[in-house]
């Protein structure tokens, strides 16, 4: 800056605005008076009620059906039923799935639940195979988040395998909560709903499209080789909701 002044590329009236410019948007947020963020006040101000409902409905938008051929989720949003929920995270997300599960049974679904992690062994999957088999319809609601140095991001190679042999006898749906490239380990999965990420609008979002409480109109930013491609998405619009009224706002922490 310095150079540019001494040799003219820059004059001192340019350089004084700039800097003034800089001043006025620091006096504006309050920079003057309190330069640090105060952490006691995030969640006031994140966790209220306006900020809540924006990250809902963008959490709700965002929402994309890629699949569904056999119709099982037209079905599940067209009356209440008995269901099996396994959830799956890592030990950063030990809450994963139980948001969902609890809007879930508050709208009226009889809901079985089982959670899975990467360390768990083959009692786990027993646990989790005796659950689905007592339910007709089964979710799997999967955070698989990218983490760095953690390798490849995907699904355990037994729960992708689970997954697949629970869509082959009875009626499943897969959810991402996470990595939106599940079904290259699950290709013959029949329904697959991606909401992106595993934070607690994305699954409120997830549980109210599983209720018919909200329309599904995301389209696909990126590409799911071999079959999907930016723009994919079945829209399901408020035409085909059931002819029942959600509550207002029903609030999980």
Known sequence: MMAALQNGRVSTNRLDASVRRVLE?????????????????????????????AADDIAQRSLTLVRDTTGTLARLRSARSRMAVIAYGDELNSYVGQRMLELMRAGGDTVGFFRLWPMSGAASYDSARFV????????????????????????PDSLARLIMATDSVKPTVLVSLGSPYLLNQTPTVKSYLIAWSGVRPAERAAARALLGWSPIRGKLPIRIPPAYSIGAGIVVADSTLPPIKPPARVIIP
Do not use: C, E, W, Y
Request: hydrophobic share 50%; net charge positive; no cysteine.
């Open 25 to 53: 948007i620091k006096r504006n947020v309050g920079l003057f008076a309190r330069r640090t963020v105060p952490l006691d006040s995030i969640a006031h101000i994140v966790g209220s009620r306006t900020f809540q409902d």
């Open 132 to 155: 689905i088999n007592r339910a007709p319809t089964v979710v799997f609601a999967m955070n698989v988040r990218p983490i760095a140095a953690r390798g490849a991001i995907a699904l």
